[in-house]
């Protein structure tokens, strides 16, 4: 009897996003919210999903981010590091990838 074994072999995909770091200022924010597109897009063709990971103090509620990938930062956003997840869930043969862009209210 022979036994032969075979390693699957998978694929990882590189996130590729025309916005990696973002700088508002506080002063632009006291006069309304600021809107920019992560525009995020990976050779693999897996789903990408978007998720705040990061806020500062009280600043959950200043900011969000669509399924197509749009942020909103809130008016009167405080100052501070906001992140933003980028994920590529794992399917078939391709590995998950995360990606994280980086808001800075300063």
Do not use: C, D, M
């Amino acid at each position: 009897t022979t036994t032969t074994t075979t390693k699957a072999t998978t694929t990882k995909g590189t996130i590729k996003t025309k916005v990696s770091k973002k700088v508002l200022k506080a002063s632009a924010l006291k006069k309304g919210a600021k809107t920019f597109q992560i525009g995020a897009s990976i050779s693999t063709k897996q789903t990408l999903t978007y998720q705040v990971t990061k806020t500062p103090s009280k600043g959950k509620k200043y900011i969000t981010v669509s399924k197509s990938g749009k942020v909103t930062v809130k008016k009167n956003a405080p100052k501070g590091t906001y992140k933003i997840r980028v994920t590529a869930k794992a399917s078939g043969s391709n590995a998950k990838v995360t990606k994280t862009v980086t808001v800075l209210v300063k």
